[in-house]
């Protein structure tokens, strides 16, 4: 179905796969397809490196420019699964059509996330809390000044072998100022401009010690809506609490993956709006037990700190929580392959 061009040297032997930095060490090969005269072309896997553009390519001008993030596991029997490709394609598609891009077919999508890894299968790494990420990407690729959609794009898979996005708990800060999506805008899309944005006031808190952000609602400031880089989840009273998603939300997979599995264990999860103001007062009067954010790269991240305006409320010891550890569990079981996968999210390359 594509063009394969095998790389001639693999850089894998120079890889300790035991202390792999995230998103710093790349696989063999890449897939490229573009889009030209308006249809998808022929696509290939070559060997990975760089690509040469335009000075006046529009996504570098304009930000015409979508992402996803997913991630394969070895199995017990050495084969490879990749978790719930099918979902983030769907959602790799909402967002090219949110961003007036052209949708990669599912099927030429799925075929490619196949084909690549099979190539760079010994890339998958093989050890506890590590996998392959994997990056789809497309962007605007018209060399041309001015605002108005591109007429031709490229979309590219790279992977990567990685461990721990976060290696310790995070401090984070609830932001009452600046703002990640608005009602009416591209929150609810995994489009590049939403993380440059978030740069600033990030690197801000960064300043007073904190490690991300917790979003809140750009009108009021006054709802709690993603954290970071992740959709966030707390359990306060015994009862597990992820913000509704919404059009400033994004739908994240390790967000409602958590959400199945919290139900089929038996935990009281519920997904709505969730007011900063109930936070606190929960933190202040001892019953926001858990804290933690939910997503491709961090997986389960637990919060050791939360920032309020006024005061920092220090989450209970995490030797005390059970439900993420319960969520992580479970997660990592069902991905690593050690239990029955009953939502059929696993599927083989
Ligand atoms: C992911 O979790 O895969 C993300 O997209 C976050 C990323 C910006 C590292």
Redesign the pocket.
């Known amino acids: 179905m594509f063009d394969i061009q095998v790389s001639n040297s693999s850089s894998i032997d120079s890889v300790d796969f035991e202390n792999i930095a ?2 710093q060490v790349f696989s063999d090969h890449l897939f490229v397809m573009d889009y030209d005269d308006g249809k998808w072309q022929k696509g290939r896997i070559q060997p990975f490196g760089p690509l040469t553009l335009n000075p006046a390519t529009m996504a570098l001008h304009y930000g015409q420019a979508i ?4 991630k394969a596991y070895r199995q017990p029997d050495g084969g490879v699964s990749m978790f719930r490709p099918g979902d983030n394609i769907q959602r790799f598609n909402i967002s090219a059509v949110r961003m007036c891009m052209p949708e990669v077919p599912e099927d030429i999508f799925m075929q490619a996330l196949v084909e690549l890894i099979q190539l760079d299968k010994a890339w998958v790494p093989n050890n506890e809390n590590s996998s392959l ?1 994997i ?1 789809p990407f497309l962007f605007a690729t018209d060399s041309h000044v001015g605002v108005r959609p591109s007429h031709s794009y490229r979309f590219v898979i790279f992977t990567c072998p990685v461990a721990k ?1 976060y290696d310790k708990p995070v401090k984070v800060k609830v932001e009452f100022d600046y703002t990640r999506a608005a009602v009416g805008g591209t929150g609810a899309a ?1 489009a590049a401009g939403n ?1 440059a944005g978030s740069l600033y006031p990030t690197k801000l808190a960064n300043d007073q010690g904190y490690d991300q952000l917790l979003w809140t609602d750009a009108k009021s400031h006054t709802c709690i809506e993603e954290c970071g ?2 959709n966030a989840a707390f359990v306060v009273n015994g009862q597990m609490i992820v913000p509704a998603t919404s059009d400033t939300v994004l739908a ?1 997979i ?1 967000r409602d993956s958590a959400i199945k599995l919290a139900q089929d264990l038996g935990i009281d999860v519920v997904s709505r709006t969730v007011q900063v103001a109930e936070l606190e007062k929960a933190a202040k009067n001892g019953t926001l037990n858990e804290a933690f954010g939910l ?4 997986t389960v991240s637990l919060m050791s700190t939360i920032g309020f305006k006024e005061w920092d409320f220090e989450l209970p010891d995490p030797a005390t929580w059970t439900i993420a550890h319960q969520i992580k569990d479970a997660l990592d079981s069902v991905r690593l392959g050690r239990s029955e996968d009953t939502h059929g999210w696993n599927i083989p390359v």
Do not use: I, L, V
């Open positions: 995230f998103g992402f996803e993030g997913m990420y990056r996005y995994k993380y880089t992740m994240g390790t997503g491709t790269a961090a």
